[in-house]
């Protein structure tokens, strides 16, 4: 069964500091790993989509990390804001990336 | 590019009404939608697939006559609940694909309250 999970659930973070968050799954085959910033009442917004042969991939002040040998992904966020707090998700496409599998998410805080 | 709107942002209705909420791709055209549910800390939950001039097909669990899904153009998808409960209340999202093999682009989704 394809399953994505997510950790930590949730974290409360100092505004300015870093954190990472984790994705590890069991999709297979893979076909592609997306990181998503969901606000409260919105719609998912995409922050990274990487392939089986990206490493690493940047947005702005987010790095997204992937090992497909481990089946792994992270996704650090530098120097935080307040307006980074949101629900993070982490979303594996398998075979053509028409099948989308969704993390149940991580709930970041940021706080002043 | 690759705008994905959504109405209403929120609505709330009697039960045993009907609510149509709309999914429109603005700036490209979407042969393939999707329609998903969320409950509160709950991931994204599939509802539906709908192709541009075919019948949508709905995941295992979901009830075709009770949520209706129609793209009749390839900018614009509808969800109808029909004869809402409460327990119908939830966060509705749709998302919109060129094909079924590119990249789907998400709705701001639509808050259903029943009462």
């Known amino acids: 069964k394809n399953q994505v999970e997510q950790s930590p659930q949730s974290l409360i973070i100092l505004e300015g500091k870093n954190c990472t968050l984790q994705c590890n799954y069991t999709v297979s085959p893979f076909s592609n790993l997306r990181w998503y910033k969901q606000d409260t009442g919105r719609g998912p917004v995409s922050l990274t989509i990487?392939?089986?042969?990206?490493n690493t991939k940047s947005n702005g002040r987010y790095t997204a990390t992937l090992d497909a040998d481990t089946k792994q992904s992270s996704l650090h966020i530098t120097a935080s804001q307040l307006s980074d707090s949101a629900s993070y998700i982490c979303v594996v496409s398998a075979n053509s990336g028409y099948a989308l599998n969704f993390g149940k998410g991580t709930s970041l805080l940021v706080t002043p | 590019g690759a705008v994905v709107s959504q109405h209403p942002s929120w609505v709330i209705c009697k039960s045993g009404t009907s609510v149509k909420i709309e999914c429109r791709s603005l700036d490209f055209q979407a042969t393939t939608m999707f329609w998903y549910r969320q409950f509160p800390k709950q991931s994204l939950m599939l509802m539906a697939t709908?192709?541009?001039?075919?019948?949508?097909?709905?995941e295992q669990g979901v009830e075709k006559d009770k949520f209706l899904i129609n793209h009749a153009s390839l900018t614009l998808s509808t969800l109808t609940v029909t004869s809402a409960h409460p327990e119908d209340s939830s966060f509705y999202i749709c998302s919109a694909a060129r094909d079924k093999n590119t990249e789907a682009f998400f709705g701001q989704g639509t808050r259903l309250t029943v009462v």
């Open positions: 709908s192709n541009e001039g075919s019948k949508a097909t709905y």
């Open positions: 990487m392939t089986f042969s990206e």
